[in-house]
């Protein structure tokens, strides 16, 4: 069966690649992309930012291009229409694999709203070089802190971050619902193989980052958390995050995942 990961693979990671979904994020993308480009020089040679423009209606997308225009490895992806956040990190992993899909190349994806601070990619490489093969930008780790972030938004993370312990209890993992991760490009790979273009992703909305965690765990790769801060005073633009779709989407990802573990078990047994 194909989507098998290799674990024994060479550690080291020689290329990143930042994905940055983005949808009418023009008070942020310019700004957000020229630090996140001086951040990745400074920590490899070979760099790569691919922004996947949602649809936007502003000038996200043209920002992004002016940029491309001076810096060839930034780059829009852009989808004509919104097709939603899952669908987008779906976009924005094909993007980053097809020309590199090797263990040594790390794909980065965050908000492009800057509430999560590029320069945590250099402790993600460092985790990853240390042999994790996905990294969680984490709320919840010392270290970590949080700025500005409205109370109804902590509960719903406190109380998810307690669910997902209870119901699936992933080792290592503290953050299901952050989206600032790192993955070696090998796991996304093995996980596209593994569940097909259609099947890693299916949730269009913000549960879609639950569900991907969900879905790779179970290629049994070594998850590793590091800390970052939060920056959610800086946003700049109101939340796109539809609150009770995604509270009712994540309760599914949990209930679809504990019945595909259960049926496992069983066909183990
Ligand atoms: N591609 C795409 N990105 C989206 C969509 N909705 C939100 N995003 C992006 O997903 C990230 C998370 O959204 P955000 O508003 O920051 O949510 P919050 O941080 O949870 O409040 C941001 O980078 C958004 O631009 C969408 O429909 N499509
Ligand atoms: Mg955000």
Redesign the pocket.
């Known amino acids: 069966m194909g989507g098998e990961l290799n674990n024994q693979q060479d550690k080291h990671i020689e290329s990143v690649t930042l994905v940055?979904?983005?949808?009418?994020?023009s008070a942020?993308i310019g700004k957000l992309v020229n630090r996140a480009a001086g951040v990745l020089g400074g920590l490899r040679p070979e760099w790569h930012i691919i922004v996947?423009?949602?649809?936007s209606a502003d000038d996200?997308a043209a920002q992004v291009e002016a940029i491309a225009a001076r810096e060839p490895r930034v780059r829009a992806v852009k989808?004509g229409v919104?097709?939603?956040?899952g669908?987008?990190?779906v976009?924005?992993m094909m993007s980053a694999i097809e020309t590199d899909p090797s263990a040594q190349h790390l794909v980065v994806f965050?908000?492009?709203?800057l509430?999560h601070p590029p320069e945590t990619i250099a402790e993600m490489i460092k985790a990853a070089e240390d042999g994790a093969d996905l990294v969680i930008a984490s709320r919840f780790q010392p270290g970590s802190e949080q700025h500005g972030v409205p109370p109804f938004?902590m509960l719903m993370s406190w109380g998810a971050r307690h669910m997902f312990r209870q119901l699936l209890r992933l080792p290592g993992v503290h953050d299901y619902t952050c989206?600032f991760r790192g993955f070696r490009a090998s796991l996304i790979e093995a996980g596209l193989e593994r569940f097909g273009k259609h099947g890693l992703v299916t949730r269009?909305?913000?549960a879609c980052t639950d569900e991907l965690l969900v879905h790779l765990s179970m290629l049994g790769p070594k998850i590793q958390e590091v800390p970052f801060i939060l920056r959610?005073d800086l946003?700049p633009?109101?939340?796109?995050?539809k609150l009770g779709a995604t509270i009712m989407e994540t309760l599914k990802v949990m209930m679809e995942h504990r019945r595909r573990l259960r049926e496992a078990k069983k066909n183990d047994e």
């Not at 996947?52 to 649809?55: A, E, L, N, P, Q």
């Open positions: 940055l979904p983005a949808y009418n994020e942020a996947v423009d949602d649809g996200t989808h919104n097709k939603g956040l669908t987008a990190l976009t924005g965050m908000d492009a709203d509430t938004r989206g269009k909305g913000f959610y946003k633009s109101p939340s796109k995050m």
